[in-house]
C-alpha cells in the first residue's frame, strides 16, 4: 500500500520537472491536464492489474474431484488423471525451495513453478502455513498441493489413494 501511494506521490510531484506542462513559476500550463491524463490513466490499469493478481494469489486452493480425476484450480491449475498418478505421497514440510521459476509467491502462498535445492522441479499450490502437502508425479512432472487445513488435506489424501490404487 506504501509503495502505492508513494509512486502516485512522485509521479504527480514530478511533473513540475516536466516544462511542457508547468510555466516557469511552477503553475500548471492551461490544457497541461490532458498530458497528464495518459500516464494517470496507465498507473490506475496497471496498480489494477497488480490488485487482481494479487487477489488471485491469496484465494485458497480450490480441489475438485470426479470420477476419473482430480481438478486444481487456479492461474496455474490443471486436471490430473488419477490413471496417470504416480509416487502418491503426504508430505510433512516441502522441501527446500531454492528458487520460483514462473508463479506467484506471496506470503506464506506458493503458487507455479518452483525449483528446489536439490535440482527437482514441481508445479506448487500450497499454504507453507497449513502442512501437510500432498504430492503425486503426473507425466513425469510433480505437482504439490495443500488444503485450508491438515484435516482436509490428509482426508484428501486417503480419498486420492484409494482412487489411484
Not at 510531484?13 to 497528464?36: I, M, P, R
Not at 491469496?58 to 509416487?87: C, H, N, S
Request: aromatic fraction near 12%; proline fraction near 3%; avoid cysteine.
Amino acid at each position: 500500500v506504501l509503495i502505492v501511494v508513494f509512486t502516485m506521490i512522485v509521479v504527480v510531484k514530478a511533473q513540475k520537472y516536466n516544462h511542457n506542462l508547468v510555466d516557469e513559476n511552477g503553475k500548471w500550463k492551461k490544457g497541461a491536464s490532458k498530458n497528464f491524463k495518459r500516464p494517470a490513466i496507465i498507473l490506475a490499469i496497471t496498480l489494477i492489474g497488480v490488485a487482481i493478481v494479487f487477489y488471485y494469489a491469496l484465494q485458497p486452493t480450490e480441489v475438485t474431484l470426479t470420477d476419473d480425476a482430480i481438478e486444481i484450480a487456479g492461474m496455474y491449475g490443471d486436471t490430473y488423471e488419477f490413471a496417470k498418478m504416480k509416487q502418491l505421497t503426504l508430505l510433512e514440510e516441502l522441501p527446500e525451495i531454492a528458487m520460483r521459476t514462473n508463479g506467484s509467491a506471496v506470503g506464506s502462498k506458493l503458487e507455479g513453478y518452483f525449483k528446489f535445492e536439490n535440482g527437482e522441479k514441481a508445479k506448487l499450490f500450497v499454504d507453507k502455513k497449513f502442512p501437510p502437502f500432498i504430492q503425486f508425479t503426473n507425466e513425469g512432472k510433480t505437482v504439490i498441493f495443500n488444503l485450508s487445513t491438515e484435516a482436509e488435506t490428509r482426508a484428501l489424501y486417503e480419498k486420492l489413494s484409494n482412487q489411484t490404487k
